[in-house]
């Protein structure tokens, strides 16, 4: 039995504007106060009545994330280390129809990229590529995970889903985590979007981050792509997926992250308006749902928006980020796989977490 089969299958054709039209305001405070919620107290959150109690909800929010992560941001930042790629998703600037200098990074390069990041005090990373099995098979992987050991204290990894004795071996060579997005968990909105390309295999990818957790990776973080599809109903299938797998694999660290669309090669246009608001009313009902889950925002986000998240649930967050492959250290101007929000580096981030009293965690794992 899979998520699809034990919880997906049960939501799919769930009603929600019938559920949001029965809400009452006495039901929204009951489901505020409660210590445990239940998969529909999450969704009754993230309703349009909700919106009406995101004070509160912030209140409740900030405790819970204080009193099971302490006052505390974590950071990390992504490095692209390949963007060949197969797929023909409508909406990514790496897409294979989308005429771009296509790269992958030499070991050298690797290590170059690596020393530049190490340099500004970073212990984690996000290895990213491109869904090419020819040009960025595991074992290349592998050889990228070889070198980075030596600078970084955590790897995780951000690839085309594989099979789970693949991730096995990642793990082996030096990975201790795993970011895969669904982009988008409705079916059809999700065929639309991938019209070919092994990505098309919704199921596969649904499944990928329980391989991930069957594997043995420390930490899975999963999402959608805000902008796709219907928020809400986004929200609520991320959230119960996260549910899922925590249950299932307690010795896991479970995180979600909100990403919204940016601009990107291509110029496809989110086919939803995802506001402020509305993100902050799914990164406050999340965090009252999965107390202990991690919440992840990137740079995606402007900066006077990620700014008033620090207190409002949110884990852990990406600095001095770059989407081009080797952007850090060529000459050239790569194509990024798409444009950055905040472009604030480590020691501007460090300084405005301090400023709100928090503290910022470069290292909080060690491998072996």
Known sequence: MSFYEEVYSSYKQFDCQRFFDRLTDPEIRRIIAKDRLTGLDYLALLSPRAENFLEEMALKAHRL?????????????????????????????????NRLERKKLSPAEVEAEAGVIAAS???????????????SPVSYMQECVEVLKKYFTSISIEVYPLEEEEYAALIAAGVDGLTIYQETYNEEAYAELHPAGPKRN?????????????????????????????????AFFTGLHADYLQNKYPAVEVSISPPRMRPQLGGFQPRVDVSDKNLVQYILAFRLFMPRGGITVST?????????LVKLGVTKMSA?????????????????????????????????????????????????
């Open 121 to 135: 005090g970073l212990k984690h990373i996000l290895i990213l590529t491109g869904e090419s099995r020819r040009e």
């Open 300 to 308: 995606r986000e402007r900066a006077e928006l990620r700014d008033r």
């Open 65 to 97: 994330t204080v009193q099971q992560f302490g006052r505390v941001i974590f950071l990390f930042t992504p490095l692209y280390v390949a963007n060949y790629c197969v797929n023909h998703c409508l909406y990514c600037g790496f897409q294979a129809h």
């Open 202 to 234: 919704y199921r596969f990818r649904l499944d990928a981050p329980e391989r991930g957790c069957r594997a043995g990776m420390r930490a899975v973080n999963l999402g959608a792509l805000l902008g796709l599809h219907e928020w809400r109903s986004e």
């Open 320 to 368: 001095g980020s770059c989407t081009a492959v080797g952007g850090r250290t060529a000459a050239d101007g790569a194509t990024g796989q798409f444009d950055i929000s905040d472009e604030r580096g480590v020691t501007e981030m460090t300084g405005m977490i301090y400023s709100q009293g928090y503290q910022p965690v470069f290292k909080d794992w060690q491998m072996l």
